[in-house]
């Protein structure tokens, strides 16, 4: 699920460490906001899905779907769409927008996958990455459930606006949390993330066995200029999201092996 409803700024503000972040308590707000928005609707789902390309007949994980868009518009382009997300209240959002025969379940991402290995052509992971100290157990889930040749497809929030516009500046090098307060739908919450250097991320792929094959950041959807016309030109010229696309070896077994 993607916070982000404001200018990449708005991710430097920082709060008073939170305990986590209690999804089910905004669900139909975080929703309502998410839908149709500049950096959820004109630039971060089209990315995600421009990296995906052709997914007919492809089975896809979405984790952390929240309220589905992307599984929706995955579903939509042809794919046999599964998703999973930790907050019930988002998933009863996504079973009211993709139907009561959805595979939709509850699913913490620290824990592990109730999936078959091998079991996905592509596992998507859009903007929740970033709400976990240690991607390693979660990616090496995910490496596991993806097929030889799978793709992992993930979007993160840009490391260079985690660390560069704080102030104080914290330890580049370092992997540490922050929390930030989101209006959604006139709806104040405080969201908790962790960020981590680009080195850190790329290394935590190579070590869950992924080879490395898209590092993009990509500019948004011209659509959205005329809905958003000021707020497009200024993410135009700034970094918003880092994403990558990150691959299973076609051959090999496991990442130890």
């Not at 305990?19 to 995600?48: C, H, I, K, T």
Request: charged share 25%; aromatic share 10%.
């Amino acid at each position: 699920m993607d916070p982000v409803t404001d200018t990449p700024e708005t991710l430097a503000r920082p709060a008073e460490p939170a305990q986590g972040n209690d999804y089910d308590s905004f669900a139909g707000a975080y929703s309502a906001d998410n839908e149709n928005n500049l950096l959820n609707g004109y630039y971060e789902r089209p990315a995600m899905l421009a990296l995906a390309g052709d997914v007919a007949g492809r089975r896809i994980l979405d984790a952390g779907c929240g309220s589905g868009p992307l599984s929706a518009a995955l579903r939509d382009r042809g794919a046999d769409v599964t998703g999973i997300d930790a907050s019930a209240g988002m998933l009863a959002l996504a079973r009211r927008r993709l139907g009561d025969d959805a595979a939709l379940q509850v699913v913490d991402l620290s824990d592990p996958l109730p999936f078959a290995d091998g079991a996905f052509d592509d596992v998507v992971a859009s903007l929740v990455l970033h709400y976990l100290e240690d991607w390693g157990p979660t990616l090496a889930e995910m490496r596991r459930v993806l097929k030889p040749g799978g793709r992992l497809i993930v979007s993160v929030q840009h490391p260079f606006v985690d660390y560069a516009i704080q102030d104080p500046r914290p330890d580049y090098s370092a992997t540490t949390s922050y929390t930030c307060e989101f209006m959604f739908s006139g709806q104040s919450v405080p969201l908790r993330f962790w960020r981590r250097p680009l080195h850190a991320m790329t290394d935590a792929f190579t070590a869950a066995g992924f080879r490395l094959a898209v590092i993009s950041e990509p500019q948004p959807d011209p659509a959205g200029r005329e809905l958003f016309p000021d707020d497009f030109d200024a993410l135009s010229g700034k970094i918003g999201f880092l994403f990558f696309v990150v691959e299973v070896p076609p051959s090999a077994a496991g990442p130890d092996e």
